[in-house]
């Protein structure tokens, strides 16, 4: 949970003579879900008439509080810090698009620019960056210069939308912060275009992100066109020797880097040569180091030590040095990188440990064809092989086992026709009672996400007939029997929600996408007179009416849901 930080908000205020004024509600874990309960810091907001930044840090914003608290910040354009990470514990995915829209809407109105705006620690998803797009489009961020979205479970889908939203205009960033978000390769490349095009990058940190060496040398050519970038943390991913050549061919263009940290990145000695031979060639000055845990062969280890400790003031100019969880050799081998390193050197995770994880002698030299070959493989396959993927390769192994079936005839029914096939004839052959006909064959499914899935599915796939009075009629019949069903679910409001976005085309699946079965024309004017119905949950009509609503423009349809 982050805390008050008087230091980056004195250096975010351009005016060093301005008194800092604000309000500061971290860590209180209050939990607000109406108007009302949002009051202290609605009054707090109204009581401060020089609003330079405002902290919501560790408390929970449900959209009526969100709200009211934006109404408060449409009076205040001179905020300029904006501090809103972990403010969503408890909620539904659903709900955090719209209270992020409600504030930064707030924000808009008001005609702030900010120059630093947190929303760390929300894990609002793909679905999020929604939310957030169009305050990340708008004036305020014009001149923002800290972005941080740490731990926010963005995908590849959310960094694909963040990176399109951080397009839309030019950018100045200095401060760039996205950690553990599984952003992969293709996240990151579609982030390094946009680096490329800012060349104002200072600070960069997306560790824990799944890139392996694609994205890795993507980041890396648009590292060239950010000379000032002073610290790059890129940890816990799988940069490799290749990723390593990359990001080292980029280095004679990085001048001022005085911090790395490429700790646990399968830099093996090959990557590890590589850094080395680019720190001395570049004459770089390191103040900070970090290649730890990164099966590091003895001799590559001493090179990086040589290589940073290469000219005549490192001693005073490096603070730290971390080496643990590498071959670093015996104890002769130890104490030569300690005297060369002085106070800097991490040589072990702790007190007792030699970290001596590779031992063969000729690791460097007689092993190191088979090395190369590893990191090929490693990063060939690894790298389409995320976690889902490597479920399905368990999956796909499991059918790949002959069974027998002989003698046995599948028995296709004719709701199995129309759901895989959903035309009007087949409709009819479920003859008056259709709805029930539905209902009763779709009760089997009993895990939750699947069965409110296929009661969405099904329910969309006669809406989508509904031009026909039929049609339109077992359509009116069984939506309040997948209402009924779906809300009996646990979480059902978030899975609810999700299943009729997809379906209606508002947000792209999470899933490999598949290609709706049903016209979506009759779909948006059915779902549109059914939002008036009191046995809808409000969450469902809130969710769809934003959705709707910020899709205006790329698909006219969904103006009706706004109706």
Known sequence: MSNFDLNSINSALSDSGRPISGVDFSGKSLKLDTANDAQPIVDAINACPDLQYLTLTGNTLGVPAAEAISKALEHHPELKIARLSDMFTGRMKTEIPPALAALGDGMITAGARLSVLDLSDNAFGPIGVEGLAKLLQSDVCSELEELRLNNNGLGITGGRLLAKALASRPRRLKIFIAGRNRLENDGATALAKVFQNMGTLEELAMPQNGIYHVGV???????????????????????????????????PKLKNLKCINFGDCLLKSKGALALAKAFKENSLLLESLDLSHNEIGREACMQIVDAVTALPDSADRLSRVVLAGNSLGGANNKKIMRDKLGASAELSDGEGSDDEYVTDSEEENSNSEEEEEDDEESQNSEDSATEDAQHDTLTNFADTIALDTSGVQEIE???????????????????????????????????????????????????????????????????PILISRATRAPASAWLLANSFLTALALIKSEEKPQRLKWSLPPCYRFVSRQLLSPTVPPALRDTLRFFATSKRGAAPLADMLCQ
């Not at 040398?217 to 050549?245: E, I, M, Q, W, Y």
């Not at 895990?447 to 509904?466: H, K, N, R, W």
């Open 413 to 479: 029914t004719d709701v199995g026709r129309f759901l895989a096939q959903p035309t009007l004839e087949n409709l009819e052959k479920l003859g008056p009672n259709a709805a029930d006909v539905i209902d009763v064959h779709l009760q089997s499914i009993k895990e939750p996400a699947a069965m409110i899935q296929a009661y969405v599915d099904a329910t969309f796939c006669v809406a989508g007939l509904s031009e026909n009075a039929t049609a339109s009629q077992i359509a009116e019949q069984l939506f």
């Open 217 to 251: 040398a993507a980041l890396s050519d648009a590292f060239r066109h950010n000379p000032n970038l002073a610290r790059l943390n890129l940890n816990d991913n799988t940069v490799a020797a290749k990723g390593a050549l990359a990001i080292a061919a980029a280095l």
